[in-house]
């Protein structure tokens, strides 16, 4: 008869796996309704034992989330090739295939989970958005924006969050429809910004002009192009001009 031996794990290893199980639980429920027994259980090993590698509830925590905002930063990364349209749109899709795997825990992430209002979780919440940002800069093949366009990537970045948090509140409205709404959306605050400065329009401009009829942006005037009709116009009204009158310098009348 033989006896089967469990392979003892290394520190790094073990915590590893401590992180893995936690994530894994934190994709299905939200962090604050996991428990350490839960986590230890999934492991195969004592409550005692997983504090032996993270000293409290809340390190294991904050070492989750931050292995899920990598993964989330991660998904904004795309190579600079193509246009811009159809990059953000692959970019969209990663991001969702993130949020739609990982909803309880995307949501913990963004919103601080059990860490919420620790400095360590807001750290890791703004190092998200801020590589987001950059990456969105690096393919518009901008080093230092202008204050507008700066306004515009932001927005877009915090858009997205939202719209990911609130499409998980029932998930009324189709996937594919809000990646590529999404795309749609920068495309339409980086035109409005536009036409409020030049030096954000030339560069809105050069990034257009390397758009394919057929991709997300030209799907976008299509769109604009047929809801257009239907906008009431209000009729033009006329130039005034005035008639030359004279009047009696004594009573002012004409």
């Known amino acids: 008869m033989t006896t089967g031996v469990r392979r003892r794990m290394g520190v790094e290893e073990r915590r590893r796996q401590l992180i893995d199980v936690a994530l894994e639980l934190f994709s299905h429920r939200a962090p604050d309704e996991v428990s350490i027994d839960e986590i230890a259980a999934a492991a195969g090993i004592s409550r005692p034992l997983v504090y ?3 000293p409290g509830k809340q390190s294991l925590y904050e070492a989750a989330l931050r292995r ?6 991660a998904r904004f990364v795309e190579p600079r090739e193509g246009p811009l349209g159809q990059r953000l749109l692959k970019v969209m899709k990663r991001f969702f295939d993130f949020v739609d795997e990982h909803g309880p825990g995307f949501s913990a992430l963004m919103r601080g989970g059990p860490a919420a209002g620790s400095s360590t979780a807001n750290a890791m919440i703004d190092g998200v958005r801020q590589a987001a940002y950059e990456q969105i800069l690096a393919h518009l093949g901008v080093e230092v924006p ?3 366009l700066e306004l515009v990537v932001r927005s877009w970045v915090s858009l997205a969050e ?3 948090l609130i499409w998980l509140d029932g998930r009324r409205v189709p996937r594919e429809e809000l990646e590529t709404q999404l795309v749609h959306d920068f495309a ?3 035109a409005v910004s536009a036409a409020y ?3 954000t329009a030339g560069i809105v401009l050069r990034v257009l002009a390397q758009e394919p009829a057929d991709g997300p942006f030209g799907e976008l005037l299509e769109r604009l192009s047929a809801l257009a009709p239907a906008v009431p116009v209000a009729p033009a009204v006329p130039a005034q001009h005035a008639t030359p009158t004279t009047t009696d310098p004594r009573t002012g009348a004409p």
């Open 162 to 164: 939202s719209t990911a």
């Open 52 to 54: 032996h590698y993270f």
């Open 188 to 190: 339409a605050l980086a």
């Open 68 to 73: 899920a905002a990598d993964e989330l930063a």
């Open 197 to 199: 400065d030049t030096e």
């Open 146 to 148: 202008p204050a507008r």
